[in-house]
């Protein structure tokens, strides 16, 4: 799946996420926030912009890489949008 190696491989089993099926309808948000708390530590708000590219890959976008998400997530999150930053 585009935008997912080892590291996200491993954080989306951590949410019961085993098939890529399983991401389909799901919150990205809601899932950094369960992951956040499953692990007992602020992950980097990117994994939230990983999260976004495969829901919407699942859902039948097409694939873009994570960082087309990042200015999405931080509007969404009341942050400014950085060129090239996170």
Known sequence: MPNIGPAGAADLRLLGITAPGDLVGRDPYAMYETLCRITARRHDPCVI??????????????????????????????????????
Do not use: N
Not at 50 to 79: C, H, N, Q, S
């Open 49 to 86: 912009d990983v999260f976004i590219a495969a829901v919407r890959f699942m859902g039948g976008d097409a694939a873009k890489p994570w960082w087309a998400y990042t200015a999405e997530r931080k509007a969404k999150l009341g942050a400014p949008a950085r060129p090239g930053g996170a």
